[in-house]
């Protein structure tokens, strides 16, 4: 298996566009995690679905973020319309037998 | 809701020297702990993990941690680090029963020569 994939590895892009992250869990995995990560925050838990339905969404800094599963196999994270103050690595990772297998991450950078 | 404190954000030692991260966790439920590592520009990988069972649990580098409940705690140790081990060291914690992953704000390992 190749992991769990993000794209793409880096973006950069202007204030105010709307920007989407993209992750393809591994396959069997029955539950995928959302995170952000900054110097100042750390990692920070955005949303986390199960069996493709958010379970949890209390972590998603404000409505312009937002974030979907419409299979097992797919999960975006679209920031509308897009700040400086978002600049940070995001993180998806799923999970089996308690165990979490993360991406390699998206560096977005917002000018 | 579950929380976790990692005490120290930067910890420096000489090559060969052990070295000890900490970490406490407060949670009103049975959780499984965890230790990640995360080496620059990666993602976070599973060190080791305390499920149930045997309180000390090992990596396959030479990690160990000990799950103490009493104290809350979840420390990890080497009893002698490598260059290699410098990195970011993270602990997380879950409820047993499913749900959020929580994890600390992180230790940076500085191994020096």
């Known amino acids: 298996d190749a992991g769990v994939i993000q794209s793409p590895r880096h973006e950069v892009t202007e204030m105010g566009q709307e920007v989407t992250l993209r992750c393809k869990p591994i396959?069997?995995?029955?539950?995928l995690f959302w995170y952000r990560q900054t110097m100042m925050r750390g990692l920070e838990l955005l949303i986390y679905?199960?069996?493709?339905?958010?379970?949890?969404d209390s972590g998603m800094p404000e409505d312009r973020f937002s974030a979907k599963m419409p299979n097992a196999s797919f999960s975006t994270l679209k920031i509308q319309p897009s700040e400086p103050r978002d600049s940070a690595v995001y993180f998806c990772?799923?999970?089996?037998?308690?165990?979490?297998?993360f991406g390699q991450g998206t560096r977005l950078t917002v000018v | 809701a579950q929380s976790v404190t990692q005490l120290d954000s930067q910890v420096p030692v000489f090559e060969e020297a052990p070295v000890e991260l900490r970490c406490n966790y407060s949670?009103?439920?049975?959780?499984?702990l965890f230790w990640y590592v995360q080496y620059p520009n990666q993602g976070l990988q599973l060190l080791l993990k305390?499920?149930?069972?045997?309180?000390l649990v090992k990596s396959i580098n030479g990690f160990e941690a000990e799950f103490n409940k009493s104290q809350t705690s979840f420390h990890l140790r080497k009893p002698s680090v490598h260059i290699s081990d410098t990195a970011e060291y993270f602990c997380?914690?879950?409820?047993?029963?499913?749900?959020?992953?929580?994890f600390g704000q992180g230790t940076e390992l500085s191994v020096k020569p």
């Open positions: 990772a799923s999970t089996a037998r308690h165990e979490a297998f």
């Open positions: 396959s069997g995995h029955n539950s």
């Open positions: 679905f199960n069996n493709n339905v958010p379970i949890d």
């Open positions: 949670s009103s439920v049975s959780v499984y």
């Open positions: 305390y499920l149930s069972g045997s309180t």
């Open positions: 997380a914690v879950t409820p047993a029963g499913g749900g959020k992953l929580i």
